[in-house]
């Protein structure tokens, strides 16, 4: 047997789908073979390595969560929607009202501000903007007292694993206020050990209650 | 099936049939996306299009392979809608801004940072990140999850022939795009 033929033939040995006297002749190439010996090892190797890889833990309560919103229409407005890139879309879709648009540049100073209105669900922006692709990368959010996030009522602190592309991932937060708040929403990412805090300023205009 | 459970509302029986098997259908979107979030939305999309097909999911007799081709239908679906959404084209680039992740390590980190952001489970997820959505797939299900291409073929409704080309050109790809190196002293297999 050649080199080339074995080659062709490796995945069958891999997958044990060789009939006695096929594998009799790779495995006869193999013994006397250095070269073949290495590519079948890596291959061996290779597999065994993907083979082990575990996903990460489900977020706690997905599974009823997902029951839930498979099964409750209702259920479904609330499905959270922090994605970069593919949730955009769909997150402007469960925005109540029109959104607000607020784009912030991604620098820790100054602290960016934006105004909500009591009771009117807007869409705050952020852009990371990441030098190169990150798998689970952590966000975690705690909002100010009397803001939520819509879907999320009474859940100050919020966080999600997410995987960032390389260049602009946009994140939107579909806020809401409830009464006046005086403390600042903090956006936290955190990669490998590292992490990176964004501050934003909420101001609450509840001059729109008075003719409620 | 008895009739019991045919007389109960819908969502009872869409969550005893399905409660068991959300595990096992994120972990396998986990191995087609490779990322979290993806996959928590892929197992939702498949739940919430599977709710309206209760009574004809209690019929089936074998529902872990019938939902993983469910799942693949629907990976492959997204898959393709994301490559013509326009959204990328929206949130990529974004030229001037400053990087908020200037803090993460970068190849000029200190050998420690970097063996750390290299690591093989890091380095495995890229190189499955490379292999088309129909390559990681069969690598998922056959590989990994085990299901032999016989089976596959029936699943997927995809002759074997086009199986095998695809398992042999996604296990090429990742021996390429993973040099023996990282996998000595240790980590190789033994025969």
Known sequence: ?212 | MSPYRRARPAESNFEDLLRPQVEYLYRLAWRFTGSVADAEDLVQDVLIKLFPRTQELLEIERLRPWLARVLYNQYVDSVRQRARSPIVELVTGAEGEENPLDALPTAKDGPEANAERTGQRERILRALDRLNPEQRAVVAMHDVEGYSLEELETMLETPLGTLKSRLHRARQRLRALLPMEPFSVGERVKD
């Open chain 1, 1 to 212: 047997m050649e080199c080339n033929e074995f080659a062709q033939r490796l995945d069958d040995l891999l997958d044990g789908r060789l009939h006695a006297l096929g594998r009799k002749s790779l495995q006869e190439h193999l013994a006397r073979c250095p070269e073949c010996r290495n590519r079948h090892e890596h291959a061996v190797a290779v597999l065994e390595n993907v083979r082990k890889l575990t996903p990460p833990a489900l977020h706690p309560g997905f599974i009823d969560q997902a029951l839930s919103r498979a099964t409750r229409p209702a259920a479904r407005a609330a499905r959270p929607k922090w994605r970069p890139v593919l949730g955009m879309a769909l997150a402007a879709s469960l925005v109540l009202g029109v959104a607000l648009g607020v784009f912030l540049a991604t620098r820790p100073d100054p602290v960016q501000a934006v105004v909500l209105t009591i009771d009117q669900p807007e869409t705050v922006r952020l852009m990371f903007n990441s030098a190169k692709p990150l798998k689970a990368a952590t966000l975690s959010l705690a909002l100010p007292e009397n803001v939520e996030l819509v879907g999320y009522s009474g859940r100050r602190e919020l966080s999600w694993q997410t995987d960032l592309r390389e260049g602009g991932n946009l994140m939107q937060l579909p806020l809401v206020a409830r009464g006046v708040a005086t403390q600042e929403l903090v956006a936290s990412l955190s990669h490998g050990g590292n992490s990176k805090t964004f501050r934003l300023k909420i101001d609450v205009d509840n001059t729109g209650r008075s003719g409620m």
